[in-house]
């Protein structure tokens, strides 16, 4: 009934519309030019970025740091250097890399991966993309592999987005139960002063075992955590 999310499709979507794609393609082409020229002048061993042939790039697959940003926030996802990552590479993606490195005639370096963060410490089967970074903050989609996420995903983690959707998210949980609670269980009184009372005492309940969760585990939001390399965040 509900199918599950693929994650590069949304990555798609948010970033078609968030950027043209004439003016995505423009900004990359005069990128690449700049880093050519920059990189003839430095001679620079070490490179934070891979030089592409963009005439034979997949420009469907180019994606900025900003749309990366907006889907890991959104779906509590990673966004992290392939050296920390602990799952297996199937051999699709290594064949990806090595078809890509002999069209473009280069050695890819500075692998990003975006996954779930259990996917950084134990090994999963969740979804994630494998990126190459283009310079200026532009990255290449190499491959995508295992399952789609679970489709409820981005509700399941939405508490987590901000600290107003984690309070909203502790009101209507206490609301929802103690609409469950009968008042009779407390007090033969009925009325609305007795329902606030017992709703107050709820929400300090969850509110608490809520923060103790957070603080025990170290958890954080998820605009603080997508490119965080610490597991206890």
């Known amino acids: 009934m509900w199918s599950r999310v693929n994650i590069e499709e ?38 934070g970025y891979n030089e592409f042939h963009f005439e034979i790039l997949d420009h469907s697959r180019i994606y900025h740091i900003e749309h990366i940003k ?17 799952g297996k590479y ?14 473009h005639q280069i050695k890819l370096q500075g692998f990003k991966i975006v996954a779930p963060s259990k996917l950084f410490k134990l090994e999963n089967a969740d979804d994630p993309l494998l990126f190459a970074p283009m310079g200026n903050d532009y990255f290449y989609l190499i491959h995508k592999w295992g399952k789609d996420l679970h489709p409820f995903r981005k509700y399941l983690v939405l508490p987590f987005k901000s600290f107003l959707h ?6 209507a949980l206490s609301w929802i139960v103690a609409n469950l609670i009968p008042l009779e269980l407390f007090t033969p009184e009925q009325g609305s002063s ?19 969760y957070a603080v025990a585990l170290g958890k954080n939001f998820n605009p603080a955590i997508w ?7």
């Open 166 to 171: 984690l309070a909203i998210t502790v009101i």
């Open 70 to 86: 907006a889907i890991c926030i959104a779906y509590r996802l990673r966004f992290l250097s392939s050296k920390y990552f602990k």
């Open 10 to 47: 949304k990555l798609k979507i948010f970033r078609d519309k968030n950027h043209r794609g004439e003016q995505l393609l423009k900004e990359v082409y005069e990128i690449l030019n700049r880093q050519s020229n920059i990189q003839q002048e430095l001679q620079s061993p070490t490179k």
């Open 227 to 233: 490119n965080s390399k610490y597991y206890n965040s």
């Open 90 to 103: 199937p051999k699709k993606a290594l064949e990806a890399v090595k078809k890509l490195e002999d069209e």
């Open 194 to 212: 007795y329902f606030w009372i017992l709703f107050l005492f709820v929400f300090k309940m969850i509110g608490t075992i809520t923060i103790f």
